[in-house]
């Protein structure tokens, strides 16, 4: 078990910013090298939905077409952690988001092995 803690969630007006933190303190650095990282999204009544991920060293990122062009993805392996930045915040965009880690060192948008329990994100219009 990997225990990952989100945080950074709130409430913003459309147009806002927010960036969401991820802490993978389980991990070492050793670890956190061999973990691919990624955030997904679920908003009531709606699957859950991949939004961004980044490869094992930071070097590789894939985004969901929604979120490209106003969302990055980060990670600090030396921190073991990995970050949302969100910018540009649409209603749409209103979710629980969830992190996740995979045992890959490319960016995937299945497979994730590991999840955090989520943190609110309210967009209001």
């Known amino acids: 078990q990997v225990p990952l803690v989100e945080s950074g969630g709130g409430l913003v007006q459309a147009g806002g910013s927010l960036r969401l933190s991820c802490a993978a303190s389980?991990?070492?650095?050793?670890?956190?090298?061999?973990?691919?990282m990624g955030w997904f999204r679920q908003a009531p009544g709606k699957e859950r939905e991949f939004v961004a991920a980044?490869?094992?060293?930071?070097?590789?990122?894939d985004y969901a077409d929604s979120v490209k062009g106003r969302f990055t993805i980060s990670r600090d392996n030396a921190k073991k952690a990995a970050y949302l930045q969100m910018n540009s915040l649409k209603p749409e965009d209103a979710a629980i988001y969830y992190c996740?880690?995979?045992?890959?060192?490319?960016?995937?948008?299945?497979?994730?092995?590991?999840w955090g329990q989520g943190t609110q994100v309210t967009v209001s219009s």
């Open positions: 980044i490869s094992c060293s930071g070097g590789r990122t």
């Open positions: 389980a991990l070492n650095w050793y670890n956190m090298g061999r973990y691919t």
């Open positions: 996740a880690v995979a045992a890959r060192t490319a960016p995937v948008r299945e497979g994730y092995d590991y």
